[in-house]
């Protein structure tokens, strides 16, 4: 017989893996659902995940704080309308402390093994350390295998040399001459937030990028004492924020004609002209349409890269030499510090987790050519294991927040099931996971995703990779699982 809560459900244990934005959800929601059986693992030395990796100066969020907040903590002090990254982390940090959440967070652990026999999950940490759990959340996010580029000559460069996610910050660039080797997101916040500080600032960029700009107002005393006496008004605003992003943003990127598209272009092409030098604004011109690649939201990137110690460099790297980097016209580009902004291997997300289901399926042979999930949260054959902000979701520039709040609220109804004595495993049929998959694909290529660029948003095939819908069918699918679409064993 299993371990009953008083109220007669059954007492599962929950393994959740990963201490970021979406880790420290799943056990706020877990305990408030009055499960406490819960140990979270963390590979890192501190929750926050992206946010406590990802330090570069100018690390900051392009979607609205409102927005990338909890819906059960808002945050009346936000101090801009697009938060820095340090300011997020002081926010994960309070909020995982005021839901008591740090108590569950075992620290330094990686989950490398995840096996059912049959009845429990039995997990492995590269430590050796052995648990079990009847259900895993894996909330590993997207963002933290780092992609490194394969530069010929890396190894010989004798400066200081990182990826924007593992930024030495012990390193002074006052004065000092620095590449930036891409052209994201990081890239951009990176040399807006140094350009002052450098000597020299020297961008090599292999493909050009629209930039949406931003405007980043401070919220005043009087706003932030209304939100503090009154935290329905920043729920409004949570509310509106989401409307209007969801209206012109989510639907419109999924729709390669629609009109929101075609003015978020316009905005990308009026904030393109105010680069006043001809040549360099010819070569900060995007060969495709906005939004095709992730788009960039930032202030003052376009101002940067105009100051007398920046330069753009769009002739390609040919290698990287002692001294700097040689482009394929002979250049050479000498500089004291190589900043990697060169992004993130975005398919990996258990992986390299081993994950064994009870009848024998792997993750690594489902896997073997792309990932592959139902509604972007559970693989056929792997029970009870349901992933947040997993393949295939909305991710780009929506609220990961937003999107985690509703898959693990989703994932606990159907662990209500189970608690509830209904079913014992639950898992996507191959049916449902197939039929789903194919119905993506097809999304796929109405998106402005599919018109002809490259990015991390397309897979092997050059398929769009992100939930190609709205987000208000995201938001329909996540209201209520559909239990006919899943295998349920007693
Ligand atoms: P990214 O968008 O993947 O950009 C990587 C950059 O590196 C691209 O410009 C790419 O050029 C360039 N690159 C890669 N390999 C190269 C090579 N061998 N030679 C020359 N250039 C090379 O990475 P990211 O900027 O770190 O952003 C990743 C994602 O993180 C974003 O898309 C976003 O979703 C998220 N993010 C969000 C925020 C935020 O404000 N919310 C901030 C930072 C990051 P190509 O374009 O030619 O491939």
Redesign the pocket.
Known sequence: MPDLLSDGRRDLRFVVIGAGVSGILAVIRLRERGFQNVTVYEKASRLGGTWHD?RYPG?????PSVLYSYSFAPNPEWSRRFSSGAEIQAYLEKVATDFDVEQSIVYDEEVIQAIHDGHRWHLRTDSGRDDEADVILAATGI?HHL?M???DGLGDFSGDVFH?ASWNESLSLDGRRVGI???????V?TVGAIVDEVDALVL?Q??A?WVLPQNNNVYTDEEKAAFRSDPAIQIRLHDEVSELFAEGFANAVVDAESPALAKIAQMCHENLLTVTDPDLRARLTPDHRAAC??LV?AEGFYDAIQRPNASLVSEG?ARIETGGVRTVDGVLHEIDVLVL????QVDQFLRPMEVVGPTGVKLSEAWAERPIAYLSMAVPGLPNLFMVNGPNGP??NFSLIEVAELQVEYSLQLVDYIAAGDFRLVAPSVEATESHEEARIQAAGKTVWATGC???YLDDRGVPMAWPWSFREFQRRMSTPDLDSYVLTN
């Open positions: 990802n690390v900051a969020c392009d979607v963002f992609f580029p394969a530069l924007t080797v891409g052209t994201g997101s990081s890239a916040q090599f292999r493909t990028q690649k992730r939201v790297i902004a060169t992004g993130f991710v780009g490259k990015s991390w």
